[in-house]
Each structure stands twice: as structure tokens, then as C-alpha cells.
């Protein structure tokens, strides 16, 4: 029996990577490198660096780790998707980087 069914999916306010691991069967490290390596289109994984590490988001989106699931992700969808969230997150970095100057006077 199933973990996890699409309408728990549907209802839950954030994913984890544990969860849509387990709803699709696999191992959370084989999720959390096919998003980093962008072979797995169901979120995107979004690499933060400071002076003294590295560390990984996950946004996993509902319907598209559903339609993974199911087989019916549209590569020309995804790839739209992932443009325009790469658009946002470079944005968002940005205003990080001018908040930061206004804030401590310093650029990170």
C-alpha cells in the first residue's frame, strides 16, 4: 500500500524530500541529487554558499511530482518552469545582495 496518495500530496502545505521519496519509491539522497543534477523535474533545488559551507534548498511542487509519478510531465512545461524560476531566484539574489549593503554596508 501507498504511503502517500496524490490528494495527500495535494493537501500538504510543504514537501519534503523524505516524503516525495517515498511517495515515488525511492531513496531521499537519489531525489535530492537527480533535483540537484536536474534530472528529476518535480522542484528545484537551489545551492546557497557562505564562507564556511554549502547547503541545498528543495521547493518540490505538487503537481508536478504527481505528474512525474504519472508519467505525464511535459519536458517543454518544465523547461519553461525552471527558466522562469531561475529568473526569480537570481532576482531574489540580488535584492539579498543590496538589502545586506543597505543593511550592514557590506555586499555578501
Known sequence: MEKYTDDDIRNMDKITCKIAADYLG????LLTIGMR??????GFAV???DRY???WTYAIVPERL???????????QVQG??????TIIK???EMK???SFLLRGEEL
Open 97 to 99: 545582495k543590496d538589502l
Open 81 to 86: 518552469i525552471e527558466h522562469n524560476l531561475e
Open 26 to 29: 525511492i531513496s531521499p539522497n
Open 47 to 49: 545551492r546557497q554558499e
Open 91 to 93: 532576482e531574489f539574489t
Open 66 to 76: 504527481i505528474a512525474y509519478k504519472h508519467g505525464k510531465i511535459n519536458e517543454v
Open 53 to 55: 559551507r554549502e547547503n
Open 37 to 42: 543534477n536536474d534530472k528529476l523535474p518535480i
